[in-house]
């Protein structure tokens, strides 16, 4: 079958719909963050909407509340197929179904396999003209993060890295606050808001004690959830990222043996207490991530020190980079952003693409993703 054509006008509402939808990142998981725009047959926008915070309404579900009588005969644009499961509402396809859409275009299939394609097949079944496929990399890109948990069974994982031009994080004696400057931190956190789960290593905790959250004028105060690994129960109860646990959630990974006791340990606080496999004297990444996605986690940023973040590139679980390089140098004695990876042929080395190079106050960002071939 010839794929569909797509006017400009397509395009442009498709256009509209994708800049919803990234609103909800860090807001809606374990859901994916949709958007979505109902237009009257005269081109009049009638409704919009993005998924809910939580995960919940569905952004179609919003659209339609907002266009009421008027979504009759109009076009949807939809940049993930309307859901065709009962959850907690009806589907999302009936809706739209029920309330007389005469056609839908859609970014992308659903991979969850409460729907994957189901969606699509209901609404051609009821007799609306259903057009698949524009702008779907743009859309998967939104939501490469669902899209990794359904496909992958982990978050998508990026690694924010801040480091002196020759790649030092802290002096020979720990000393890191500040490399970059106050432009680059409150990028940072930008970044935060718009991961579902902020993930560090007990040494961070140990070292810098921080509260990990998105402190942001004028943008509320959505937190991520705070993610510790601690294999051995280093973190004192009197961390800051503990005794905030009531207000931000906070999840602490530790190794299976230690599960009984760090839940213990931390019985009178809020935090939650994930156990995962070891592989030799750290945990085994892999079923870490995995724990994370089973959770609902979509979207995970590392913001750790150099062992974690060489352990992660050699677990290859690093879907992003995003570098902050400071103007400054350290010399060999300062600390390295990735600790050992115990490469010896450059063949081996783990590599990326770039995707973008900004100015960033006297900073530079640099954002890498992971090259898949
Ligand atoms: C839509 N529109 O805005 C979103 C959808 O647990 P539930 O019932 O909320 O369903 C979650 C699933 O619904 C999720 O895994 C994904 O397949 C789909 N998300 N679907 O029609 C939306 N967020
Ligand atoms: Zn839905």
Aim: glycine share 10%.
């Amino acid at each position: 079958m010839a794929p569909p054509a797509f006017s400009e006008d397509d395009r442009h509402f498709m256009r509209v719909a994708l800049s919803l939808s990234k609103r909800g990142l860090g807001n809606v998981w374990p859901n994916p963050s949709v958007g979505c725009v109902l237009v009257s047959p005269e081109g009049v926008i009638v409704g919009r909407g993005n998924t809910r915070p939580g995960g919940r309404p569905h952004a179609e579900r919003v659209a339609l509340d907002m266009a009421g009588e008027q979504a009759r005969g109009a076009t949807a644009y939809v940049t993930l197929e309307p859901c065709s499961h009962f959850g907690k509402s009806p589907p999302c396809a009936a809706g739209l179904i029920e309330a007389g859409v005469a056609r839908v275009v859609s970014a992308l299939t659903d991979p969850d396999n409460r729907v994957s394609g189901r969606g699509h097949k209901m609404l051609s079944d009821a007799g609306i003209k259903v057009d698949v496929g524009l702008f779907s990399d743009e859309a998967r890109k939104i939501n490469e993060g669902f899209l990794s948990r359904i496909e992958k069974g982990r978050p998508f994982v990026a690694l924010k890295l801040a480091s002196t031009m020759d790649a030092r994080s802290a002096t020979k004696s720990g000393e890191s606050q500040w490399i970059t400057g106050s432009a680059a931190r409150e990028e940072g956190h930008l970044l935060r808001a718009s991961h579902d789960a902020i993930l560090v290593g007990a040494k961070t905790v140990l070292a810098d004690d921080p509260t990990l959250t998105c402190r942001l004028p004028g943008r509320g105060h959505h937190s991520p959830v705070r993610v510790i690994l601690d294999r051995i129960g280093d973190v004192s109860p009197s961390a800051k990222l503990i005794l905030s646990a009531d207000d931000v959630p906070t999840w602490l990974v530790t190794a299976d043996s230690k599960l009984i006791e760090l839940s213990e340990k931390f019985e009178k606080t809020s935090v939650k207490v994930i156990a995962a496999r070891c592989a030799g004297d750290h945990l085994d990444l892999h079923d870490v991530m995995q724990k994370l996605g089973d959770a609902g986690l979509t979207r995970v940023l590392v913001e750790t020190g150099g062992n974690l973040a060489a352990g992660l590139l050699n677990a290859q679980l690093v879907d992003r980079i995003i570098h902050f390089v400071a103007p400054s140098v350290l010399g060999a004695e300062g600390k390295a952003m990735v600790a050992e990876l115990g490469i010896e042929k450059l063949s081996d080395m783990p590599r990326f693409t770039r995707t973008s190079v900004r100015s960033v106050g006297e900073d530079i960002a640099v954002t890498y993703d992971f090259k898949t071939e």
